[in-house]
């Protein structure tokens, strides 16, 4: 090296000045309480104007701006134009709120910014405590293996890998799909959430070997429906190799019959996995316990703890029943990760071996610590509110002559439409699609939509522990006000 090059300062990214780093740190910290402590005032989502967009246009910046100015721009462009899904009346889609505590959490896990690819440190316990407290809350035996994942897209790309490998009968992972002597197929109702759907293109195995099986009138998969098909498959040469149950699906909250199911796979030799993105966690409540039952019994299940957890985004969980598949499905260990008998390249897990990303980040802390700050119990009784108050929107639209719900309300969803006699003769969807977007514009309240049976309709789901009884109230308040608003604009 020449004397030159040693000579130039020396630098990172650490702060020359500490105190005032620190100083507008503390700042951040003051600003995101103040946030939510004034959240049921703001809007829940509004429109952003052009010069905000266009603020996001400029080229990278060569020259440093310090560390104010950026906090700055993310006060005035950013925080004004949220999802919104941290609002107490934000219901779409299914998504979740975070917490002020597990934010906490998050900051500490990138403070230290460990990686739980594999090793022996304190983190690594961590997630298998986390992952340990899911297979007793689930019934899930102790020798059960998991993962924490990004969310449960992943969870159930990584479940349904472990089935068609563990399945094939022949090494898949070496030999690859082409090698199957007869088509692999797999089943799930037709609610069937679509990163499954992913999965199994992903899998290689053709969106067509996903059989969608028809639903009964509670949107629940059909039996007899299932029994059938797979006959057909059989008896067509093909290779039934998997069943997805749902334990909440993204529609209308329906829940599979799991317990039926479980029989069945285990009759017929299929994996059998649970897709619990969020209703999984409803078993944390003695009243949807029963619901569920049956889920103790998968082979795998992918649940998620960004949406019904309520942790800030993004986590998911899979849990494989036998250690062994899950490990067959993803081990692999060049020289370079060779694991060793102690030090930091030691530790008998190692999550690399359990899905598809090596480094990873510490998502368990925030849920180690959520759940010991407020304890298993409280996580109960938030789901079980949002029950109550699903019930309670689902009687506040059943008693207003100009709603409609439009599907059962078994969890935590309910889907409504608004319905007038003035209307008939109308096309109802294209009204109610216009009066979701007033609503959202409005920033009211934020709920989605579906189409069921050709039906278009508003569609709330609750997986929000800020949300109160009289939010509920000011949506359907607003629906009303904004039908009528339409049905003047229409007659006028
Ligand atoms: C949200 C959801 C998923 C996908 O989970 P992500 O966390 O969004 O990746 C899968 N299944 C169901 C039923 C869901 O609601």
Not at 27 to 52: C, G, I, R, S, Y
Not at 119 to 143: C, M, N, R, T
């Amino acid at each position: 090296m020449d004397t030159q090059e040693k000579l130039q300062p020396e630098e990172s990214l650490d702060p020359q000045d500490w105190d005032a780093l620190r100083e507008l740190g503390h700042q951040m910290l003051d600003d995101m309480f103040n946030f939510f402590q004034e959240l049921p005032a703001l809007p829940v989502w509004q429109a952003m104007p052009d010069k905000d967009r266009a603020f996001f246009k400029s080229s990278v910046p060569h020259d440093p701006q310090g560390f104010v100015d950026p906090y700055q721009d993310f006060k005035t462009h950013i925080m004004p134009y949220l999802m919104g899904n941290v609002h107490p009346r934000f219901w779409g889609w299914v998504m979740g709120t975070g917490s002020p505590y597990s934010m906490l959490a998050e900051m500490l896990a990138a403070g230290i910014n460990t990686q739980l690819g594999g090793g022996d440190h304190a983190a690594y316990y961590v997630e298998l405590q986390v992952i340990d407290w899911f297979k007793q809350l689930f019934g899930f035996p102790e020798s059960a293996s998991g993962l924490l994942t990004s969310g449960c897209s992943m969870a159930n790309l990584i479940a349904l890998t472990v089935a068609r490998n563990r399945q094939a009968g022949f090494d898949i992972r070496l030999k690859g799909v082409s090698a199957a002597e007869a088509r692999l197929v797999m089943y799930a109702s037709s609610q069937v959430h679509s990163s499954n759907v992913k999965a199994v293109e992903i899998l290689g195995l053709g969106r067509e070997s996903l059989r969608l099986v028809p639903v009964d009138a509670k949107y629940r998969l059909d039996l007899h429906e299932l029994r059938q098909a797979v006959q057909n498959d059989r008896d067509a040469g093909y290779q039934p190799v998997c069943v997805i149950g749902n334990a909440g699906t993204v529609n209308t909250g329906a829940i599979d019959p799991l317990n039926e199911l479980a029989d069945f796979c285990e009759r017929e030799g299929l994996w059998y996995h649970i897709d619990g993105a969020f209703g999984a966690l409803a078993a944390l409540t003695p009243d949807l316990a029963a619901a569920l039952k049956g889920m103790e019994r998968a082979d795998s299940l992918a649940f998620d703890l960004h949406k019904w957890g309520y942790m800030p985004f993004e986590i998911g969980c899979v849990l494989v029943r036998r250690e062994q598949d899950h490990r067959s499905s993803f081990s692999f260990t060049p020289e370079y990760l060779a694991h060793q008998a102690r030090g930091p390249a030691g530790g008998a897990t190692w999550f690399s071996d359990y899905g598809v990303q090596l480094t990873r980040g510490f998502r368990a802390l925030k849920v180690w610590m959520e759940i010991k700050a407020q304890g298993i119990e409280k996580f109960g009784r938030l789901i079980t509110q949002n029950i109550h108050q699903a019930r309670y929107l689902m009687e506040l639209v059943e008693k207003e002559p100009n709603l409609e719900l439009t599907a059962p309300v078994p969890l935590n969803i309910v889907c409504f439409r608004y319905h007038s006699p003035d209307l008939l003769g109308h096309d109802l969807n294209t009204f109610n699609e216009e009066l979701l977007l007033r609503l959202q514009e409005s920033g009211v309240a934020l709920p989605s939509y579906t189409t069921l049976n050709g039906v278009y309709m508003l569609r709330a789901c609750i997986t929000n522990h800020r949300t109160r009884y009289e939010d509920l109230e000011m949506m359907v308040q607003k629906v009303l006000e904004l039908g009528a608003e339409l049905e003047r604009e229409l007659r006028a």
